[in-house]
């Protein structure tokens, strides 16, 4: 994936929380700028928009090497709803729409606290790079790399991966409320787990989001892009 063609899907300008998206593929299309960001049914497109933006500023930043995929994570959703996006940054094509657990130490249903540290068994956001895999606890699990310091750049420190585990089933929600929670970790349904990490894993990008005032003014990847100052 080059620069050039994540620039050529989104805008060269990073976006904000409020940023309005341009739909592509099987809904009408409009086009602002360059900006081609893909519609997915009940995803938020702005958040969307935000990760595309984040992803081609990581790559002007020389903080990711051409990228195959971008993975979407909206935590501002309940885990109840499927709320992962995985995206071919080649064709812009959507791959997986998934349900996605969050850390016990984020919450509930809804997640609406996040950490970067050790033993707090919560989520983090920001952007990752996806490394590489290997057989854990957990199975078959994939490294996750923070790029955004102070929120996520403990990630590895913290074993913070993609896995699949039991607890993720649909099945679970009519009596519990809820999926099952991870330890921060974004865990998916076991029966699609492998597949989607062998197709995110060895540099592509990840985008956990969630409308936290501090990470959204801090994140060089955010707002005003750093590769551009």
Partial sequence: MSNGH????????SSGAGAKVAS????PASTTGARSVPAVTGANPAVLDMAFAAASCAVRAGAATAPETLTVIDYSKPSTEKRMYVFDLNSNAVLYTELVAHGQGSGENLATRFSNEPNTHA????????????????????RLDGLDQGFNDRALERAIVMHGAPYVNPAAIPSMGRL????????????????????????GLVFAYFPDADWLKASRYLGTCAAAQ
């Avoid at 994540?6 to 300008?13: F, L």
């Fill in 24 to 27: 592509t593929g099987a809904s």
């Fill in 123 to 142: 989520s983090s956001l920001g952007l990752f790079v996806a490394r590489g895999t290997y057989i854990g606890k957990n199975g078959y699990s994939l």
């Fill in 6 to 13: 994540i620039q050529a899907a989104v805008a060269t300008s």
């Fill in 180 to 203: 099952g929670r991870s330890w921060g970790c974004p865990a998916l349904r076991p029966a699609i787990a492998r597949e989607v990490i062998d197709r995110v894993k060895d540099g």
